[in-house]
């Protein structure tokens, strides 16, 4: 093979002339080979690019999806955090067996099929266990029974069975209302340590309904009208 240029001799494989530096037909074969590899290349990652981007906007309609079901599910009431402890001054502490019945429907339709579930008739017996409780110091002289009757030793461990139902109920709730909001891309629910958390033992719906209201807050629940 001959250079097109200036005639040299030259090999089959050589792609530029070593006397003239002018591309040989075989460099000028492979110089176009090349650039149709790189088309092909990038012709290959922009398709890559593009499916990946498809995929991600996919996954983002089908999480705005599953979202706004999310949100369509259950609608909370909104009230002020300081109306709370007035309820429960004016309810004799009755309120917080009546927030968790009240609430006990929206927040089943929270969970998922097999999600954590709120039993409204433990809800129910709470309510009645409370109102026996607080009925029963004015009840108890009536029929005669006094400190000294073993009845009253019975009314103490009821007493330490609803304290402690009470604050199961709490948390039972509070782990709903965190698996429900974990299902959405901005939740942020509670801090790595809550000092709020201590409300749970004491006043259960106060802590409770101050999450429901930040949740609102957030977008990640519905209010109630």
């Known amino acids: 093979m001959n250079c097109t240029s200036c005639g040299a001799p030259l090999k089959s494989d050589e792609e530029i002339c070593s006397y003239c530096g002018s591309a040989t037909p075989y460099g000028e074969m492979m110089t176009e080979l090349r650039k149709q590899e790189e088309l092909r ?5 922009q398709e890559a690019e593009y499916q990946r981007r498809k995929k991600e906007l996919e996954a983002e309609r089908i999480l705005q999806e599953q979202e ?3 949100l369509d599910r259950a609608r909370f009431k909104y009230v002020p955090i300081l109306f709370v402890p007035v309820f429960y001054g004016l309810t004799m502490f009755l309120y917080g ?6 609430r006990a429907k929206s927040l089943n339709n929270l969970s998922d099929t097999d999600g954590i579930k709120l039993n409204k008739w433990l809800c129910v017996f709470y309510a009645l266990l409370c109102i026996c409780l607080f009925l029963f110091p004015s009840t108890a002289e009536e029929y005669g029974i006094t400190t000294e009757d073993n009845i009253s030793d019975y009314w103490a461990v009821a007493l330490i069975f609803a304290v402690g139902l009470s604050v199961w109920l709490a948390f039972r709730v509070r782990k709903i209302l965190m698996t429900y909001a974990g299902g959405f891309s ?5 801090l790595p340590f809550d000092p709020l958390v201590i409300l749970l033992f004491i006043i259960g719906p106060l802590y409770l309904q101050f999450e429901v209201n930040r949740l609102i807050k957030l977008g990640l629940l519905k209010p109630k009208l």
């Open 68 to 70: 706004r079901f999310r």
């Open 97 to 102: 067996p009546y927030w968790y019945i009240s």
């Open 41 to 45: 290349s990038k012709k290959e990652e």
């Open 186 to 190: 901005k939740n942020i629910f509670g």
